[in-house]
């Protein structure tokens, strides 16, 4: 099955940048919607971003001009790139990602039952 394993979480400082990685086993990756997601201690999961198979973004209002969602098919990897962090942003961050085919090339996801496959969870905490 295809596996999904993240990487660059830490402890940062407020106004600090920190990129997620996200790499995904198979041949088909080309083929699949990406997103991250986070979950903070005691709250729901939310969508921080989404990026379609033919590279169409979304990014949340409240991270809308600090973070940045990009993929790099030849390498099988989605990334997030975090920059001006803020203390509000520390959570448990998760890749996840769908099969897309046909005319889906541009649709993006935004809901976590959209997803079939997840990563495993990095965290981010950011200090004042």
């Known amino acids: 099955q295809v596996q999904l394993v993240e990487s660059g979480g830490g402890l940062v400082q407020a106004g600090g940048s920190l990129k997620l990685s996200c790499v995904v086993s198979?041949?088909?990756?080309?083929?699949?919607?990406m997103s991250w997601f986070r979950q903070a201690p005691g709250k729901e999961r939310e969508l921080v971003a989404a990026?379609?198979?033919?590279?169409?973004?979304y990014v949340t209002d409240s991270v809308k001009g600090r973070f940045a969602i990009t993929r790099d098919n030849a390498k099988n990897t989605a990334y997030l790139q975090m920059n001006s962090l803020q203390p509000e942003d520390t959570a448990v961050y998760y890749c996840?990602?769908?099969?897309?085919?046909?005319?889906?090339?541009?649709?993006?996801?935004?809901?976590?039952?959209?997803?079939?496959?997840w990563g495993q969870g990095t965290q981010v905490t950011v200090s004042s």
């Open positions: 996840a990602g769908r099969v897309t085919t046909g005319l889906a090339g541009s649709v993006i996801y935004k809901y976590q039952n959209d997803y079939d496959r």
């Open positions: 198979g041949r088909t990756f080309s083929q699949y919607a």
């Open positions: 990026i379609s198979s033919g590279g169409r973004t």
